[in-house]
């Protein structure tokens, strides 16, 4: 059975970057069959994608915060990651972790979740 | 940008009534790539239903998805304790972002 799950501080200074590793275990993340996701939830609010990664590197972002993200594939340590530049306290969430699956044509819902960790941007 | 809007807010039912939850699209879904999580407090989101209609593995019939084009439905044919939780819809279809509706609570009447 795949699992994920999401690493990284659980504070990040205002104007710093936050960093997330999600390792994954159960299943290669060198497949190419699916790709690989951030999503985030702020306290008490609903669901924000972030972006996400193909295998081949090929990524694709959420136009509000292209400009400050970057998400990369360590295909040696079976992980992924997320990197958020000059947060602000509006980026404080919970952050997940996903992985494509039930693909058609190469389109796929989000069928496996890590169980989530909050960064709370604050000085 | 798809913008997903699900109603209602909230829902609240008692056991073994039936659910229906609405996810109206701002244009229309390519294909049906219309999915439906579940999520309870302190979780991560669940994956109910896909492509519109289709049940995820280890989803119990009592879940349902229809739908095509801007209006998708979920419907919960008799509520059992553990379903009241908050329900999101997501296109997947679309260029990115691939974005969720706001969700829609079913809390217990």
């Known amino acids: 059975q795949l699992q994920l799950q999401e690493s990284g501080p659980g504070l990040v200074k205002p104007s710093e970057t936050l960093s997330l590793t999600c390792t994954v275990s159960?299943?290669?993340?060198?497949?190419?069959?699916?790709?690989w996701g951030w999503i985030r939830q702020p306290p008490g609010k609903g669901l924000e994608w972030i972006g996400s990664?193909?295998?081949?590197?090929?990524?694709y972002y959420n136009p509000s915060l292209k400009s400050r993200v970057t998400i990369s594939v360590d295909t040696s340590k079976n992980q992924f990651s997320l990197k958020l530049s000059s947060v602000t306290a509006a980026d404080t969430a919970v952050y997940y972790c996903?992985?494509?699956?039930?693909?058609?044509?190469?389109?796929?819902?989000?069928?496996?979740w890590g169980q989530g960790t909050l960064v709370t941007v604050s000085s | 940008e798809i913008v997903l809007t699900q109603s209602p807010g909230t829902l609240s039912l008692s056991p073994g009534e039936r659910a229906t939850l609405s996810c109206r699209a701002s244009?229309?879904?390519?294909?049906?790539?219309l999915a439906w999580y579940q999520q309870k407090p302190g979780q991560a989101p669940r994956l109910l239903i896909y492509?519109?209609?289709s049940r995820a593995t280890g989803i119990p019939d009592r879940f349902s998805g229809s739908g095509s084009g801007t209006d998708f439905t979920l419907t919960i044919s008799r509520l059992e304790p553990e379903d009241f939780a908050v329900y999101y819809c997501?296109?997947?279809?679309?260029?990115?972002?691939?974005?969720f509706g706001q969700g829609t609570k079913v809390e217990i009447k």
């Open positions: 996903a992985r494509a699956g039930y693909c058609t044509n190469g389109v796929c819902p989000l069928r496996y």
């Open positions: 159960g299943g290669s993340i060198s497949s190419s069959s699916y790709y």
């Open positions: 990664i193909y295998y081949s590197g090929s990524t």
């Open positions: 244009q229309s879904v390519s294909s049906s790539y």
């Open positions: 492509g519109a209609s």
């Open positions: 997501q296109q997947y279809g679309s260029s990115p972002p691939r974005t």
